[in-house]
């Protein structure tokens, strides 16, 4: 059709429906508000005067759509659902007034619509007219090419008297009831990220971590949610929905008669009733959702590209391959001993040497053990009597650059800092001190700026004394064990002020360091969240890094997080956690699938190995920017038990792709599945090329053919069932696939 007939008979076809609508007693589509990104869209219905309502969310909206969307929603419900009266619905806010009222009723008072350089802007202001003092601003911004819809809230008190908040979500999402499946990620130390699928019944399901400060040392603050039945990787509707705090959280899903999941998502209110003095605003962290018709694959697609893109600090940019002295030498630092080990690294074609904890303290408190030390961040001239600088010198000489463990949010009673500030530490008051490692090991009050200061001030004189550090460790093994702050007036505010405080520290140290490549840690895994990583470029995924369970570990980790933030490393064997005996080939494939690094004492093995390492340093070179910065399609996952586990990275163009295939358990006569590709360009013509091979012979016997994307996502690699390799050791057999696009065979 002529472009000029198409354009006006589709605003015919817009107006007809419309008046249809309005005659036909639907509710009032001039009203709607639309945020739309490239293949969703969020709807609301704004007038002045009346509660925002939530009309849908999903896939995109054509404009001509619209009423049916309205016609569609079922249940109205408020956008933020505020303690009404006249109802006992569960709500996202919940207040008392200074007159003891707790009822609150959100009238919007103006709508703001705008743009940002990644997408649009959707601000609501409401207003209770009971209470004329109390304004919450529903903030909503979408993120076009990434498919993200944000949403927080500002809450703000324009009165003279406090208003006390019990609750203060950050956003609320209704979802049909039907075969709803949740995904979330549940684990301990050592096991973090493990993958848990459930169908939503009726009743109330949390999902919460309240230790203050390491905020998915158990549960994640991030779920999916599969619309269509159990989850896909690949096929069906899925909801995914990511609350960016570091500190406490709640998310809930309460499912009642009324044939909706309310998914309500925020700080965690236990022992966090907050007061909101006058002329104060409450900012709420914000949710970032995403809708993907691609199954639970193409919702983390969408977060990770996000995620490069605007959440980690120097996203985009691939991490370095990088040696941590931690399982090497653990606390035996030695300056000579460190010298070799980043001779070694250099000598494996690496970039980047760490010296893990163990480096500093006093003389009456050297960090021999986990005893003592944290506080007194002195370089302890028995361990490195040349100092820092001369450490990062050296390290240049041999060809790496130079990084450092610090976990300065920490303090042990043993320690310097802590004779002269005893008043620095979190503990209940009047309460025995609540010591965590090693029993002396406490947190500092990061709610009083002195001490918010002197961690700054711990940061700045390390660079200042060693300005060619290039990378940071940041760590936190402890957590808030006996909460009570010396500092703070108001003791239901200390998780909140804990994370404000943490938050002025990092922004101080970022604006003065901003190029220091930080990474997050915390015992391994336990502070992998969204809120915090926006300072860092990368995290430290779990202190397990035996292979076999890092496949799973890194798989629950990508449902939310991309590769080039979650630090892979090639451990020794026996395996330090496991103790399981795991061939270097393997432990090698398990790493190259994040940002590859090593974490042993590479003077401990053979010269074989060695060689197998650096072969292997080189080949990831060759696939780094497709692994890091590339799209993540999980293909067999380790915890479907199928004998294998397989995953895939995609260059943006397709041009790339690495093929990842790893052996779960073996069984003679059990022969593997093949695995069609997926993410592949059908018209390209891909040169096959497998790496890290044993003894230089090749699996597949595509290794070195050219193969069409169509054919590799048809058919995929076939592995034999016993292979001749690693002395006829089936169980660890691994595969890394690299595939270079040759030419189109289309025109
Ligand atoms: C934590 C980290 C480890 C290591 C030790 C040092 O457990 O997760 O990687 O840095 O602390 O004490």
Redesign the pocket.
Known sequence: MNPFYKSTYRTFATLLIIVVALFSGSRDASSQTILNTKSTSLLLQVEKGSRPQFVYYGARLFETDLPAALANAGKCFDAYPARLSNTAHPDALSVMMPDGGVTTDLQTESVQEGTWDGGHTLDIVCKDPLYPFFRVTLHYRSYTEEDIIEMWTDIFNSGNNNIMLHRYDSAFLPIPEGNVWMSSLQGGWADECHVYEEPLTRGTREISEHNGVRNSATAHSEVMFSLDGKPQENEGRVIGAVLCYGGNFEMRIITRYDGYHRFFAGISPRDAWYTLSKREVFTTPKVAFTYSENGLGGASRHFHRWARKYMLCHGGQPGDILL?S??GV??NIQEDQMEQMARDIADLGGELFVI???WFGSTKYPRDH?RQGLGDWEVLSQKLPNGLQNMAQRCRQAGVKFGI?I?PEMVNTQSELYEKHPDWVLNAHGRELAAG?GGTQMMLDLCNPAVQDYVVSVVDKILRQAPDIAYI?W?C?NYMRSPGSPYLKNPNHLAIEYMRGLTQVLNRIRAAYPDVAMQL????GARVNWGLLPWFDEF?TS?NTDALQRLRIQWGTSFFFPAEAMACHVSASPNHQTGRIIPLKYRIDVAMTGRMGF?LQPADISQEERDICRQAVSDYKTIRQTVQCGDLYRLVSPFDKKGIASLMYCSEDKKQAAFFWYRTEYYRGDHPAQVPLRGLNPDLLYKVTELNKVDGNPVSALDGKIVSGQFLMSNGFLFPEKESYQGGHNDWHSHVIRLDAIISLKK
Do not use: L, T, V
């Not at 840690?521 to 391994?524: T, V």
């Open positions: 941590n931690w399982e653990y606390m893990d904890d163990g986990d463990w976990e490692r460790k760590d093994n840690c915390a015992g391994g430290w202190d974490e």
